[in-house]
């Protein structure tokens, strides 16, 4: 048996965020099929705190955003997509500020995940930041959001009752509350 995975493709469609392909795929039985699959550059997402991590119960600045595809506005983390070249530490360094206004003088990667993998191959690098001083925001023209910080106890009763419910906001901060692990070793960005 061959091994699984692309034997052709063609592009259906470019855009500005993502791209459209349909793969002629080999699945490990053999067989073949086609698949659509969205090919993403990737993003980085990151939990910033207000507080120190070992706070018994740090503030996370969220942000409250619209989000056309939802239907409406989102609580989420700040979050986005990699830029060409970018590295995720780069990239989760610059949506916080850009969205929050804040800089991280401590960042710590804390898991990558895939979003959708039944039809995209778009990874997201989740961070951890603290030691957070005030920039200066530069949000994009199609960003509507405000942020606000909430200490971890309230950010985790709003994931129970289903107010948060963007997933990689509530990938990102059950992680880091289920692995705190001992940010204060890591360096100084």
């Not at 619209?66 to 989760?92: H, K, M, N, Q, V």
């Not at 603290?130 to 950010?155: M, N, Y």
Request: a negative charge; aromatic letters at 8%; hydrophobic letters at 35%.
């Amino acid at each position: 048996m061959e091994n699984p995975g692309r034997v052709s493709g063609r592009r259906v469609y470019t855009g500005r965020v993502l791209n459209l392909d349909i793969d002629s795929v080999r699945f490990p039985d053999g067989s073949q099929g086609e698949l659509e699959i969205i090919h993403h550059s990737g993003a980085s997402a990151v939990v910033p705190l207000l507080d120190d991590p070992s706070h018994p119960d740090p503030r996370i600045v969220l942000i409250r955003q619209y989000r056309y595809a939802a239907d409406g506005y989102l609580y989420e983390i700040p979050a986005g997509r990699l830029d060409s070249g970018e590295s995720p530490l780069l990239c989760a360094q610059r949506e916080l500020e850009e969205e929050t206004g804040y800089r991280a003088m401590q960042m710590k990667p804390l898991v990558t995940v895939f979003t959708t993998p039944g039809f995209t191959d778009e990874r997201i690098h989740l961070f951890l930041a603290w030691d957070l001083t005030s920039g200066q925001e530069q949000r994009e023209r199609d960003e509507f959001l405000t942020s606000i910080a909430l200490p971890r106890s309230h950010v985790m009763q709003m994931i129970e009752r289903g107010e948060i419910c963007d997933a990689k906001t509530t990938v990102a901060l059950l992680y880091a509350a289920a692995f705190p692990g001992n940010p204060k070793t890591r360096a100084p960005l």
